[in-house]
């Protein structure tokens, strides 16, 4: 079923990378050159003018029945790990701020 499956999750990133061709404010992440993605996972990626409304359109999407959610929460931010070491993470902080899964299932393309 594996090869099934991964056309169809190329399929619903072309379907996405269409959907929102002409929306500026957010890119569709995508394989880079020389490489082929599976698209187990399709996120989009939020522009800076964009970045602070994170929660309000994971809200909105989410009310409209899309089932979105962040990529990830930053482990130092999750109770068991609050007071563990950690280094400066800026980079992760700024994508953690502009990252949003769409939902990804095989069975949507």
């Not at 409304?53 to 990529?71: H, Q």
Request: hydrophobic content about 40%; aromatic content about 8%; some cysteine.
């Amino acid at each position: 079923q594996l090869p099934d499956f991964l056309a169809s999750k190329r399929t619903l990133f072309l379907r996405y990378q269409k959907a929102f061709q002409d929306v500026p404010e957010v890119t569709l992440i995508q394989e880079p050159p020389e490489c082929q993605s599976n698209y187990w996972l399709q996120t989009l990626k939020l522009s800076d003018s964009v970045a602070n409304e994170r929660d309000v359109i994971l809200a909105k999407t989410n009310d409209a029945g899309l089932m979105t959610r962040p990529a990830w929460k930053l482990l130092h931010k999750l109770v068991p790990y609050q007071d563990c070491p950690r280094a400066p993470l800026p980079v992760a902080k700024w994508l953690e701020q502009r990252l949003i899964n769409l939902p990804s299932s095989a069975g949507l393309a």
